[in-house]
């Protein structure tokens, strides 16, 4: 009986000891401050700044840092979008059906500045030292009237864009959904939506008649005779 009760009062105390380490190690465990994970070393306020697209004058951005994102605002338009950041200089943010994440890289030149952006892995954004916003001028009706017509795609040649003036600018209808675009006069020939950044650049004969029009500096869409 005496051995029963020693072995006993040994498992007691061994099961008392493991209890007051287990109660030890895990308020250790509790007070213990663990470091945050570092996404990069590049502090967000760097990548502030306007940002324009190299291929297209009216495409430009204002980002700024909000907390641990950044913040791109359309200069002369509408829309927001939010960067998350994946890397040091990887971010990424949703298209507009919030289903595909499209990827963003910035690059820095050799003192380590910011100097521009990849967008897709394609599209280059430089990073300006200052900006001046388009202006709108002014014109006469019949200098409008000489640009409406038919336009045909070069490169589609089934699809077409109807051009009408009006007041104060012109006015297109897409063939092919039927959605209407309007556009204000940067010059007599040069005419922008500022929030699509869509600029569209006529091009006149000998006579002053339009023949053609550039879309985004890069479609070609010649005049229908009528």
Same mark, same amino acid.
């Given at each position: 009986?005496?051995?029963?009760?020693?072995?006993?009062?040994?498992?007691?105390?061994?099961?008392?000891?493991?209890?007051?380490?287990?109660?030890?190690?895990?308020?250790?465990?509790?007070?213990?401050?663990?470091?945050?994970?570092?996404? =990069?070393?590049?502090? /967000?306020?760097?990548?502030? =700044?306007?940002?324009?697209?190299?291929?297209?004058?009216?495409?430009?951005?204002?980002?700024?840092?909000?907390? #641990?994102?950044?913040?791109?605002?359309?200069?002369? =338009?509408? %829309?927001?979008?939010?960067?998350?950041?994946?890397?040091?200089?990887?971010?990424?943010?949703?298209? #507009?059906?919030? #289903?595909?994440?499209?990827?963003?890289? +910035?690059?820095?030149?050799?003192?380590?500045?910011?100097? &521009?952006?990849?967008?897709?892995?394609? %599209?280059?954004?430089?990073? @300006?030292?200052?900006?001046?916003?388009?202006?709108?001028?002014? /014109?006469?009706? &019949? %200098?409008?009237?000489?640009?409406?017509?038919?336009?045909?795609?070069? &490169?589609?040649? !089934?699809?077409?864009?109807?051009?009408?003036?009006?007041?104060?600018? @012109?006015?297109?209808?897409?063939?092919?959904? =039927?959605?209407?675009?309007? @556009?204000?006069? /940067?010059? #007599?020939?040069? +005419?922008? !939506?500022?929030?699509?950044?869509?600029?569209?650049?006529?091009?006149?004969?000998?006579?002053? !008649?339009?023949?053609?029009?550039?879309?985004?500096?890069?479609?070609?869409?010649?005049?229908?005779?009528?």
């Amino acid at each position: 009986m005496t051995s029963i009760k020693n072995t006993i009062n040994r498992v007691c105390g061994l099961a008392f000891t493991l209890l007051i380490a287990s109660t030890i190690i895990t308020a250790k465990a509790k007070s213990r401050t663990f470091p945050l994970a570092i996404i =990069g070393n590049t502090e /967000l306020k760097a990548f502030e =700044g306007i940002y324009q697209q190299t291929d297209n004058e009216y495409k430009v951005y204002k980002l700024i840092a909000d907390g #641990d994102k950044l913040i791109a605002q359309q200069l002369g =338009g509408d %829309q927001k979008l939010t960067l998350n950041r994946k890397s040091d200089l990887e971010f990424e943010f949703l298209d #507009d059906d919030g #289903d595909e994440k499209i990827p963003l890289l +910035f690059k820095k030149n050799a003192s380590g500045e910011i100097t &521009e952006l990849v967008l897709a892995g394609r %599209q280059t954004w430089t990073k @300006l030292k200052s900006y001046t916003p388009p202006k709108e001028v002014q /014109l006469k009706p &019949e %200098q409008i009237q000489v640009l409406a017509g038919k336009y045909q795609s070069e &490169e589609r040649t !089934n699809l077409f864009l109807q051009i009408s003036a009006t007041a104060d600018g @012109l006015m297109i209808k897409q063939s092919w959904d =039927g959605k209407e675009i309007s @556009l204000k006069p /940067l010059s #007599d020939v040069l +005419f922008l !939506n500022k929030a699509f950044g869509f600029p569209l650049k006529f091009t006149k004969d000998i006579n002053g !008649n339009a023949v053609k029009a550039l879309a985004f500096n890069r479609d070609t869409w010649n005049k229908v005779k009528e």
